[in-house]
């Protein structure tokens, strides 16, 4: 870990983060100090701790520090120094570990995550291990989609069918670390990297459908080279089916009257400058959308990563909120995303009003897909 770096107080990571511009407090330049002091082996309170943890690891900070100080791997560092300095965080963290060592989900399931798949969608792409491959590109769909977000992932299988992209699952696939990592229990997180390590060895190519997932391969498991994300591969087989011809981008709007809004994800953005993939999928299905004020590499995150659902709840959700308003402001009457923690937490953010719909961006290029990809 690189400690020399020179933060010269300019305050301009403050204004991009979304946990400061909704608190005023917990800023990045705050969590440097706490780690100055943990560097320093000098004690650190609870509140510090809390500071350190008040994150999404949204890389907002890091992408607007003029001295390119490696942000995020320092607030890494710290989790782990806390980790192993003050224990775990609090209970939540302790039983996420537990869920993922015991069942290979955060919520503690006993069922495997293809349970529940409509028949006839991909009976025929499982991997149960025993005969030879299907294919060498693996699928993998993550616990939020697995367990959580039930149609998004269902969309993005009938995807794959419906654009002949060839795939595996995963009979028993486990979680890829991230949560356990974000705790900062990065043994624990290693032990899990190294298996999943394994079990992806027989295959070419790993297609992540969740965004935290993608991130989590891409940064920290060896062969980075092999992980995609299913929006480049989606967005790379309408453009050929749009140059020949195959995809009528006008009748979608047709029909249309509600207001889209689309909002990026962090995880593939700023990291992995996956920002214009989407928007080329939503023109080429025909989907009239707006940008929300701060987007691309300068998006504001929703608030829900980097474990804020669990250490704080109530701030991730207001964070989500605070978006929302902004997508209310330009009249829009859906906020489409493909990140399933933004998801979750826009979906929380609206459910008392319900003023605005959260939609997947995989839900609209089903729909196309179904209606009017020409035979
Ligand atoms: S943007 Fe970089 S240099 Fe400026 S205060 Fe933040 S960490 Fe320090
Ligand atoms: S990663 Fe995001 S939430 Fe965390 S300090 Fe940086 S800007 Fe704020």
Redesign the pocket.
């Known amino acids: 870990m690189n400690f020399n770096y020179k933060c010269i107080e300019c305050r301009k ?1 403050e204004e ?5 511009i909704a608190t005023g407090k ?3 330049l705050e ?1 440097l100090k706490i780690i100055e002091d943990l560097h320093n082996d000098k004690k650190i309170n609870d509140e510090q701790i809390h500071t350190i943890f ?9 992408n607007s520090c003029p001295q390119e100080i490696s ?2 791997e320092l ?1 890494d560092w710290a989790r782990h120094k806390i980790k192993i300095t003050y224990g775990l965080r609090n209970e939540k963290q302790f039983y996420l570990i537990q869920n993922i060592l015991t069942s290979g989900n955060p919520f503690g399931s006993k069922e495997p995550r293809l349970k529940g798949i409509p028949s006839g969608i991909a009976e025929d792409k499982i991997d149960h291990d025993l005969e030879p491959l299907k294919s060498k590109t693996l699928l993998h769909l993550g616990c939020m989609l697995g367990y959580r977000l039930h149609s998004m992932r269902d969309d993005v299988l009938e995807i794959f069918n419906l654009l002949n992209i060839d795939y595996t699952l995963l009979e028993y696939e486990n979680c890829c670390g991230y949560f356990v990592w974000n705790t900062g229990d990065h043994e624990t997180a290693r032990e899990i990297m190294q298996k999943n390590t394994q079990d992806f060895e027989k295959y070419d190519k790993v297609i992540c459908a969740c965004a935290g997932c993608y991130t989590f391969y891409k940064e920290h498991y060896p062969n980075k080279e092999k992980f995609y994300h299913c929006i480049e591969l989606i967005d790379d087989v309408l453009m050929k089916l749009k140059k020949e011809g195959m995809l009528d981008s006008k009748k979608l709007n047709e029909k249309r009257t509600k207001s889209l809004v689309f909002h990026d994800s ?1 995880h593939l953005t700023r990291p992995h400058n996956i920002i214009e993939a989407p928007r080329r999928t939503l023109n080429a299905i025909g989907l009239n959308f707006q940008d929300l004020p701060r987007s691309g590499a300068e998006g504001l ?1 929703c608030g829900a990563d ?1 474990g804020m659902r669990i250490i704080n709840p109530e701030l991730a959700v207001s964070i989500g909120r605070d978006r929302v308003k902004e997508a209310k402001k330009m009249k829009s009457d859906v906020i489409i995303t493909l990140c399933p923690f933004c998801i979750f937490n826009f979906r929380d953010a609206v459910s008392e009003e319900k003023v605005i719909e959260v939609e997947s961006l995989y839900h609209y290029v089903r729909n196309y897909l179904e209606l009017h990809l020409k035979k």
């Open positions: 990571c991009n983060c979304s946990i400061f917990y800023g990045p969590k008040n994150c999404t690891k949204c890389e907002a900070c890091q942000l995020i607030f962090c995150c980097g």
